[in-house]
């Protein structure tokens, strides 16, 4: 009998990437999502696949499945800052109603939780690199309070579960993460960096571009989330990849890989844009055994390709 497990947002980013390893470890997938940043795209490929189903639901409502269920990942809610600045009651209400009714499933089946949690805990963060034992730096009422105080609430939710209700819970923090199935106008910079130098438009670079991120491939990630699904781990464990950059190192960057030759444009800084952010990941190495294993260089090649195609250009 195989495994079953649920993917909230499985038409999106990640949630469609970690479905893809989940089927490839021999889980069946039900996966659900309202398709508000989600995409069928992204798991058009899964159709006729007789271990995947989908269903369409927001699951802010009450979520209703027959039969027995092993896994719950709560991967659904809007990442992208310029999303969540236009969907800040969504965007609430997934971390919030949806987490709840995703840890009220998993109770219901006795199954594991592991809910995607962020980095943006921390804030805009006065330690550095960011370790999961500081409590971080966030503003409750600025724009993306909305995303940052839904994941912290979500996270004492799911504790709350694992203390009271005894649930085998996990929470992950994932660091910016980037690869193909992103969409092209998501406004997070690794697609609109491309996006832009393909289409030879100029790079909007925020601020003076000194902020500095630090960019984790999508395979590396979901090899880390799995790997804590399968964990006896309860506290939140950083995944995401320590090299560091600025944000105008890494438009240079993009310019250099892509042989493109667009100017940089600056553009005001977003309010409470955070100054720094890397992973501590010692925890995520001591507990998982995991690291990052896709360079830079590798992990925006393959990137590149993917948006090449999308936009119907040569490879
Ligand atoms: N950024 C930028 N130009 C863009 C989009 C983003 O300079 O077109 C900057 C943004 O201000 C931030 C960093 O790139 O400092 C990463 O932004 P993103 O939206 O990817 O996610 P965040 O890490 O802020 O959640």
């Known amino acids: 009998m195989k495994k079953t497990a649920v993917v909230t947002g499985a038409a999106g980013f990640l949630g469609s990437h970690l479905t893809d ?19 069928t795209r992204n798991i058009e490929h899964l159709a006729g696949n007789a271990d995947f189903q989908f269903i369409k639901h927001d699951v802010t409502n009450y979520i209703y499945l027959p039969g027995a269920v092993d896994l719950v990942f709560h991967m659904a809610s809007p990442a992208s800052p310029i999303d969540y600045l236009q969907l800040p009651i969504q965007t609430l209400k997934v971390g919030s109603l949806g987490t709840h009714n995703a840890l009220g499933l998993a109770k219901a089946k006795s199954a594991r939780f592991l809910l995607a949690s962020t980095s943006e805990c921390y804030g805009d963060p006065l330690v550095h690199p960011q370790k999961e034992d500081y409590w971080g730096n966030v503003n409750p009422i600025g724009p993306r309070g909305v995303y940052d105080e839904a994941k912290r609430f979500a996270e004492a939710m799911t504790m709350a579960y694992h203390r009271y209700h005894k649930v085998d819970t996990k929470i992950v923090r994932i660091f910016n993460t980037y ?11 690794v697609p609109a960096f491309i996006g832009q130098a393909l289409q030879g438009h100029a790079l909007t670079v925020f601020g003076d571009g000194s902020q500095t991120r630090s960019f984790c491939y999508v395979s590396d990630l979901i090899d880390g989330i799995f790997r804590l699904s399968q964990s006896d781990y309860h506290e939140p464990v950083n995944i995401g990849n320590p090299a560091e950059m600025t944000v105008i190192e890494f438009a240079r960057e993009i310019l250099k890989i892509t042989g493109i030759n667009a100017p940089i444009e600056h553009r005001p800084l977003p309010v409470d844009d955070p100054k720094v ?33 999308f936009l119907s250009l040569p490879s």
């Open 21 to 39: 390893r989940l089927l490839a470890e021999d889980y069946r997938v039900i996966g659900i999502d309202n398709l508000l940043t989600g995409n």
């Open 179 to 189: 690869g193909p199935r992103m969409r092209l106008e998501d406004g997070r910079v």
């Open 277 to 309: 952010r890397q992973p501590d990941i010692s925890l995520a190495r001591r507990v998982l055994g995991w690291e990052p294993k896709v360079t830079f260089d590798v992990g925006i090649r393959k990137t590149l390709e993917y948006f090449r195609h």
